[in-house]
């Protein structure tokens, strides 16, 4: 059974800085491709960044060079670092996981709010 557990969201002054985690279970974030979504109110989830297990990373253009994923295989856990937050990021961030043999993301977390006052 595969979880997905993510923490770290909260309340944060514009300009200030988050770090999400996501602690997985029953799927191993090296082997399978991991992402962090987010749904804004009254908009469709968006994908905010992939990785795969090889590594590569794919950004969605409104967060590059501000937030970056990371890996730490010791705890199977999934981080996003994000840095000079705008008000436009507040949302509700999911970790997601999805094995090689899926089309599209098959593991959800629960969510964590992510709200940015101005």
């Known amino acids: 059974q595969v979880q997905l557990v993510e923490s770290g969201g909260g309340v944060v002054q514009a300009g200030g800085s988050l770090r999400l985690s996501c602690t997985a279970s029953g799927i191993s974030i090296n082997l399978n491709a991991m992402g962090w979504h987010r749904q804004a109110p009254g908009k469709q989830r968006e994908l905010v960044v992939g990785?795969?297990?090889?590594?590569?990373?794919n950004y969605t253009d409104s967060v590059k060079g501000r937030f970056t994923i990371s890996r730490d295989s010791a705890k199977n856990t999934v981080y996003l670092q994000m840095n000079s937050l705008k008000p436009e990021d507040t949302a509700v961030y999911y970790c997601a996981g999805r094995k090689s043999w899926m089309r599209s993301w098959g593991y959800w977390g629960q969510g964590t709010q992510v709200t940015v006052s101005s």
């Open positions: 990785i795969t297990s090889d590594g590569t990373t």
